[in-house]
Nanobody, 116 residues
Framework: QVQVGESGGGLVQAGGSLRLSCAASGPFSTYAMGWFRQAPGKEREFVAALVWSTGMTSYGDSVKGRFTISRDNDKNMVYLQMNSLKPEDTAVYYC??????????WGQGTQVTVSS
């Protein structure tokens, strides 16, 4: 059974930083791992992704230059370092595993709240 879990969310003041972690385990092959977020009343938004074989990364326009995705190969974990946080970054952040065709395994999400 595939399990994906996020941690590291919390409450932070604007301009602060948080680091999210994501652990994935189970019988799957990893093409990429990504972070998404969803704020109340809004659609889910792509935040960042990392292709496992190459290390290539990509970011949503709203987080470029502030967020960094990284990985620990041995532990099958991915991280999201979030700097210069803004109130509009407030959302539930989800980690997902891309098996080659689509993001098919998702975590439960972790809440990030940025106060002004």
């Amino acid at each position: 059974q595939v399990q994906v879990g996020e941690s590291g969310g919390g409450l932070v003041q604007a301009g602060g930083s948080l680091r999210l972690s994501c652990a994935a385990s189970g019988p799957f092959s990893t093409y990429a791992m990504g972070w998404f977020r969803q704020a109340p009343g809004k659609e889910r938004e792509f935040v960042a992704a990392l292709v496992w074989s190459t290390g290539m990364t990509s970011y949503g326009d709203s987080v470029k230059g502030r967020f960094t995705i990284s990985r620990d190969n041995d532990k099958n974990m991915v991280y999201l370092q979030m700097n210069s946080l803004k109130p509009e970054d407030t959302a539930v952040y989800y980690c997902a595993v891309h098996g080659g065709r689509k993001y098919e395994y998702w975590g439960q999400g972790t809440q990030v709240t940025v106060s002004s």
